[in-house]
Antibody
């Protein structure tokens, strides 16, 4: 089964660092971009950026560049989203998503990690 | 960024009746080759991640009932549900994936059942 597995929740204090994970299985993880999407409480979806696990190439939407770091470890089929210093405004659900064909839609989604700061 | 604008932002539909959601992009979503338009539709049911409904304007994702259809070109797109069912409640989002890596979603349209 193709899936992305994320931890359910993280609780942190302002100023703390955090790295959340997204582990892929059931497909060739290194072959397809993995994206991160933010959903603030009661709000819509915001595209943050992506990482290509095959070579760790990371790209960011302008609003999130410099605010977070997106990375991947192909040896463990895991993508990451990281903050150096959290703020209360980072409280949100963070979804990872990927595709299983080149240039295809992002049709595989994790369940999301609820980050509370 | 390409701005995606949906309308209406909410709608309430009687089961068995049709529903329609519009999505407009701030510029054409036709790629440079003129071969593809990268516009997708998602449904986010309460407490769940988004699920893909439609990709590349009009192709239904696997398992999506044929009550769902979509069309459009350039900057104007429409999602239609021919006969709304109770299980269709949630928030519908359009998303452009032309402008890599700055993909963008519409604001979302909340569908409720009367």
């Amino acid at each position: 089964e193709v899936q992305l597995v994320q931890p359910g929740a993280e609780v942190k204090k302002p100023g703390e660092s955090l790295k959340i994970s997204c582990k892929g299985s059931g497909y060739r993880f290194t072959k397809f971009w993995v994206a991160w999407v933010r959903q603030m409480p009661g709000k819509g979806l915001e595209w943050m950026g992506l990482v290509f696990p095959g070579d760790s190439d990371s790209r960011y939407s302008p609003s999130f560049r410099g605010q977070v770091t997106i990375s991947a470890d192909k040896s463990t089929n895991t993508a990451y989203l990281q903050w150096r210093s959290l703020r209360a405004s980072d409280t949100a659900i963070y979804f990872c998503a990927t595709r299983n064909r080149t240039a295809g839609p992002f049709e595989i989604w994790g369940q999301g990690t609820m980050v509370t700061v | 960024d390409i701005v995606m604008t949906q309308s209406p932002l909410s709608l309430s539909v009687t089961p068995g009746e049709p529903a329609s959601i519009s999505c407009r992009s701030s510029r054409s979503l036709l790629d440079r080759d003129g071969a593809n338009i990268y516009l997708d539709w998602y449904l986010q049911k309460p407490g769940q991640p988004p699920q893909l409904l439609i990709y590349t304007v009009s192709y239904r994702a696997s398992g999506v009932p044929d009550r769902f259809s979509a069309s459009g070109s350039g900057t104007d797109f429409t999602l239609k549900i021919s006969r709304v069912e109770a299980d269709d409640v949630g928030i519908y989002y359009c998303m452009q994936r032309l402008d890599f890596p700055s993909y963008t979603f519409g604001q979302g349209t909340k569908l409720e059942i009367k």
